[in-house]
Protein backbone atom coordinates (compact mmCIF):
# COMPACT_ATOMS: atom_id res chain seq x y z
CA UNK A 1 0.00 0.00 0.00
CA UNK A 2 1.16 4.01 -0.74
CA UNK A 3 1.29 6.16 2.27
CA UNK A 4 1.11 9.62 1.55
CA UNK A 5 2.59 12.22 4.05
CA UNK A 6 1.66 15.71 3.67
CA UNK A 7 3.35 18.32 4.55
CA UNK A 8 2.81 21.16 6.98
CA UNK A 9 0.36 19.55 8.81
CA UNK A 10 -1.27 23.13 9.43
CA UNK A 11 -0.03 25.94 7.11
CA UNK A 12 -1.11 29.65 8.34
CA UNK A 13 -1.15 32.53 5.88
CA UNK A 14 -3.56 35.97 5.20
CA UNK A 15 -5.68 36.03 2.24
CA UNK A 16 -3.56 37.15 -0.74
CA UNK A 17 -0.34 34.75 0.72
CA UNK A 18 0.56 32.27 -1.79
CA UNK A 19 0.32 28.52 -0.63
CA UNK A 20 2.63 25.83 -1.08
CA UNK A 21 1.23 22.33 -0.09
CA UNK A 22 3.15 19.26 -0.10
CA UNK A 23 2.15 15.18 -0.22
CA UNK A 24 5.20 12.55 -0.66
CA UNK A 25 4.48 8.97 -1.43
CA UNK A 26 6.13 6.24 -0.56
CA UNK A 27 6.88 4.91 -3.52
CA UNK A 28 6.15 6.19 -6.65
CA UNK A 29 2.46 6.74 -8.22
CA UNK A 30 2.12 5.23 -11.59
CA UNK A 31 1.09 7.87 -14.28
CA UNK A 32 0.89 10.79 -11.90
CA UNK A 33 -2.76 9.18 -10.91
CA UNK A 34 -2.56 11.64 -7.86
CA UNK A 35 -5.53 14.02 -6.70
CA UNK A 36 -6.20 17.21 -4.51
CA UNK A 37 -9.47 17.41 -3.08
CA UNK A 38 -10.74 20.31 -0.60
CA UNK A 39 -12.58 19.90 2.43
CA UNK A 40 -14.30 22.86 4.52
CA UNK A 41 -16.11 22.15 7.68
CA UNK A 42 -19.37 20.31 7.55
CA UNK A 43 -19.19 20.01 3.72
CA UNK A 44 -18.45 17.02 1.26
CA UNK A 45 -14.97 17.05 -0.11
CA UNK A 46 -14.19 19.12 -3.32
CA UNK A 47 -12.16 17.50 -6.20
CA UNK A 48 -9.24 20.09 -7.28
CA UNK A 49 -6.73 18.22 -9.13
CA UNK A 50 -6.33 14.84 -10.61
CA UNK A 51 -3.41 13.46 -13.14
CA UNK A 52 -1.15 15.60 -10.75
CA UNK A 53 -1.77 18.59 -12.64
CA UNK A 54 -5.50 18.81 -14.39
CA UNK A 55 -8.00 21.21 -12.58
CA UNK A 56 -11.31 20.00 -11.90
CA UNK A 57 -14.35 21.66 -13.41
CA UNK A 58 -14.96 24.82 -12.20
CA UNK A 59 -11.80 25.05 -10.34
CA UNK A 60 -10.45 28.67 -10.58
CA UNK A 61 -7.27 28.75 -12.04
CA UNK A 62 -5.38 29.99 -8.84
CA UNK A 63 -5.23 26.67 -7.75
CA UNK A 64 -2.47 24.37 -9.46
CA UNK A 65 -1.01 21.00 -9.27
CA UNK A 66 2.58 19.73 -10.18
CA UNK A 67 4.94 16.98 -9.26
CA UNK A 68 5.76 13.50 -10.51
CA UNK A 69 7.03 9.72 -8.93
CA UNK A 70 6.60 10.38 -5.47
CA UNK A 71 6.80 14.05 -4.65
CA UNK A 72 3.52 16.21 -5.41
CA UNK A 73 2.41 19.74 -4.59
CA UNK A 74 -0.67 22.14 -5.01
CA UNK A 75 0.02 25.75 -4.89
CA UNK A 76 -2.82 28.22 -4.08
CA UNK A 77 -1.15 31.71 -5.73
CA UNK A 78 -3.00 33.72 -3.94
CA UNK A 79 -5.19 32.83 -1.38
CA UNK A 80 -9.03 34.04 -0.83
CA UNK A 81 -10.80 33.58 2.30
CA UNK A 82 -12.99 30.68 0.71
CA UNK A 83 -9.91 28.93 0.54
CA UNK A 84 -9.29 28.23 4.20
CA UNK A 85 -9.86 24.66 4.35
CA UNK A 86 -8.13 21.43 5.15
CA UNK A 87 -6.41 19.71 2.28
CA UNK A 88 -6.07 16.12 0.89
CA UNK A 89 -4.23 14.26 -1.48
CA UNK A 90 -5.03 10.74 -3.10
CA UNK A 91 -3.06 8.45 -5.37
CA UNK A 92 -5.04 6.12 -7.26
CA UNK A 93 -2.25 4.44 -8.73
CA UNK A 94 -1.97 1.52 -7.23
CA UNK A 95 -4.55 -1.18 -6.62
CA UNK A 96 -5.33 -0.09 -3.39
CA UNK A 97 -6.16 3.65 -3.00
CA UNK A 98 -5.20 6.00 -0.09
CA UNK A 99 -5.53 9.62 0.91
CA UNK A 100 -2.88 11.38 2.79
CA UNK A 101 -3.53 13.26 6.21
CA UNK A 102 -4.10 16.35 4.95
CA UNK A 103 -2.70 19.83 5.47
CA UNK A 104 -4.93 22.73 7.43
CA UNK A 105 -4.73 25.80 5.78
CA UNK A 106 -6.08 28.63 8.22
CA UNK A 107 -5.92 32.47 8.92
CA UNK A 108 -3.06 34.57 10.17
CA UNK B 1 -26.72 17.64 -13.57
CA UNK B 2 -24.55 14.70 -11.48
CA UNK B 3 -26.23 14.09 -8.41
CA UNK B 4 -25.18 11.76 -5.71
CA UNK B 5 -27.88 11.44 -2.90
CA UNK B 6 -27.15 9.34 0.43
CA UNK B 7 -29.75 7.89 2.68
CA UNK B 8 -30.28 9.66 5.96
CA UNK B 9 -28.25 9.54 9.44
CA UNK B 10 -28.56 6.51 11.11
CA UNK B 11 -28.43 5.30 15.30
CA UNK B 12 -27.36 1.66 15.64
CA UNK B 13 -26.72 -0.49 18.60
CA UNK B 14 -23.01 -2.06 18.81
CA UNK B 15 -23.99 -5.90 17.01
CA UNK B 16 -27.26 -4.12 14.81
CA UNK B 17 -26.86 -4.97 10.83
CA UNK B 18 -27.05 -1.89 8.55
CA UNK B 19 -26.73 -1.18 4.70
CA UNK B 20 -26.63 2.47 3.74
CA UNK B 21 -27.44 3.89 0.05
CA UNK B 22 -25.97 6.08 -2.75
CA UNK B 23 -28.12 6.87 -5.57
CA UNK B 24 -26.88 8.07 -8.52
CA UNK B 25 -28.24 10.25 -11.55
CA UNK B 26 -27.84 12.56 -14.50
CA UNK B 27 -25.23 10.48 -15.83
CA UNK B 28 -24.67 6.46 -16.61
CA UNK B 29 -24.62 5.06 -13.20
CA UNK B 30 -23.45 1.92 -14.97
CA UNK B 31 -19.95 3.24 -16.45
CA UNK B 32 -18.52 4.84 -13.91
CA UNK B 33 -16.62 3.69 -10.91
CA UNK B 34 -18.68 4.41 -7.49
CA UNK B 35 -16.17 4.78 -4.29
CA UNK B 36 -16.68 4.62 -0.75
CA UNK B 37 -14.89 6.79 1.85
CA UNK B 38 -14.81 7.34 5.57
CA UNK B 39 -14.06 9.96 7.84
CA UNK B 40 -14.01 9.41 11.86
CA UNK B 41 -15.35 12.57 13.83
CA UNK B 42 -12.67 14.66 14.12
CA UNK B 43 -10.41 12.57 11.69
CA UNK B 44 -9.34 12.53 7.79
CA UNK B 45 -10.38 10.81 5.12
CA UNK B 46 -9.79 6.88 4.45
CA UNK B 47 -10.63 4.65 1.33
CA UNK B 48 -12.94 1.89 1.79
CA UNK B 49 -13.37 0.23 -1.43
CA UNK B 50 -14.96 0.36 -5.18
CA UNK B 51 -17.31 -1.12 -7.21
CA UNK B 52 -18.26 -0.72 -10.81
CA UNK B 53 -22.26 -1.27 -11.06
CA UNK B 54 -21.80 -2.45 -14.71
CA UNK B 55 -20.19 -5.61 -13.79
CA UNK B 56 -20.30 -5.40 -10.16
CA UNK B 57 -16.62 -5.75 -9.91
CA UNK B 58 -15.80 -4.54 -6.55
CA UNK B 59 -12.12 -3.96 -4.69
CA UNK B 60 -11.52 -3.33 -1.42
CA UNK B 61 -8.90 -1.54 1.11
CA UNK B 62 -7.27 -4.11 2.84
CA UNK B 63 -8.21 -2.11 6.05
CA UNK B 64 -11.92 -2.56 5.22
CA UNK B 65 -11.65 -6.25 3.52
CA UNK B 66 -14.05 -8.22 5.64
CA UNK B 67 -15.74 -5.43 7.87
CA UNK B 68 -17.96 -4.02 5.60
CA UNK B 69 -19.83 -5.20 2.08
CA UNK B 70 -20.02 -2.82 -1.08
CA UNK B 71 -22.97 -3.68 -3.49
CA UNK B 72 -24.96 -1.97 -6.32
CA UNK B 73 -28.19 -2.49 -8.50
CA UNK B 74 -27.77 -0.93 -11.48
CA UNK B 75 -31.49 -0.93 -12.58
CA UNK B 76 -32.19 1.15 -9.94
CA UNK B 77 -28.62 3.17 -10.20
CA UNK B 78 -27.87 2.96 -6.36
CA UNK B 79 -25.11 1.23 -4.54
CA UNK B 80 -25.05 0.31 -1.08
CA UNK B 81 -22.21 0.23 1.95
CA UNK B 82 -23.26 -2.64 4.50
CA UNK B 83 -22.54 -4.27 7.99
CA UNK B 84 -22.96 -7.26 9.27
CA UNK B 85 -22.37 -6.53 13.07
CA UNK B 86 -21.91 -2.79 13.70
CA UNK B 87 -19.09 -1.55 16.42
CA UNK B 88 -18.66 1.71 18.30
CA UNK B 89 -15.64 2.20 15.97
CA UNK B 90 -17.79 2.52 12.69
CA UNK B 91 -19.34 5.54 14.49
CA UNK B 92 -18.43 8.09 11.16
CA UNK B 93 -19.61 10.00 8.23
CA UNK B 94 -19.57 7.69 5.04
CA UNK B 95 -19.21 9.43 1.63
CA UNK B 96 -20.02 7.79 -1.32
CA UNK B 97 -18.29 9.37 -4.97
CA UNK B 98 -18.20 8.68 -8.37
CA UNK B 99 -14.55 7.71 -9.94
CA UNK B 100 -13.78 8.26 -13.14
CA UNK B 101 -10.34 7.68 -13.78
CA UNK B 102 -10.24 6.54 -9.62
CA UNK B 103 -10.08 10.64 -8.77
CA UNK B 104 -13.63 11.48 -7.02
CA UNK B 105 -15.26 14.11 -8.84
CA UNK B 106 -18.85 14.12 -7.86
CA UNK B 107 -18.99 13.38 -4.02
CA UNK B 108 -22.66 12.54 -2.12
CA UNK B 109 -23.96 14.35 0.83
CA UNK B 110 -23.01 11.83 3.29
CA UNK B 111 -24.30 9.57 5.86
CA UNK B 112 -23.35 10.02 9.57
CA UNK B 113 -23.46 6.41 10.86
CA UNK B 114 -23.53 7.01 15.32
CA UNK B 115 -23.27 3.29 16.87
CA UNK B 116 -23.71 3.72 20.33
CA UNK B 117 -25.16 1.42 23.26
Known amino acids: EIVLTQSPGTLSLSPGERATLSCRASQSVSSSYLAWYQQKPGQAPRLLIYGASSRATGIPDRFSGSGSGTDFTLTISRLEPEDFAVYYCQQYGSSTFTFGPGTKVDIK | EVQLVQSGAEVKKPGESLKISCKGS????????IGWVRQMPGKGLEWMGIIYPGDSDTRYSPSFQGQVTISADKSISTAYLQWSSLKASDTAMYYCARAPRGDLDYWGQGTLVTVSS
Open chain 2, 26 to 33: GYSFTSYW
